[in-house]
């Protein structure tokens, strides 16, 4: 269940990452609104995965992962440019998430 947790809070924290950009700056209701209420959504869920993962561990999966999806959002919703070294960057994030999760001792409790 806490890894179950820890999707819903990269999902909030994602959605409400991306409509920041369609905010503009909180002049727009609907996605200012997104916003609130999708780190509202992260926080609480990480909150309760913190409850069973150690937090380094939820962190660099929360964030790590949120950095890459993030950005496949602004390439995919906003049309910005991924270039290789970006792409390159964020295989190795997405490696060192796998890493710490599937190799490290970190992430035993």
Known sequence: MPYLYLVIAIAGE??????????EGFT??????????????????????LKSIPIGTAYAIWSGLGIVLVASAGWLVFGQK?????????????AGVVLLNFVSKTSVH
């Open 28 to 49: 727009r209701l609907l996605p200012s609104v997104v916003v609130v209420v999708g780190y509202g959504v992260a926080f609480y869920f990480l909150s309760l995965t």
């Open 14 to 23: 994602v959605i409400a990452t991306s409509s920041l950009k369609a905010s």
């Open 82 to 94: 991924v270039d290789l070294w970006g792409a390159l960057g964020m295989g190795l994030i997405v």
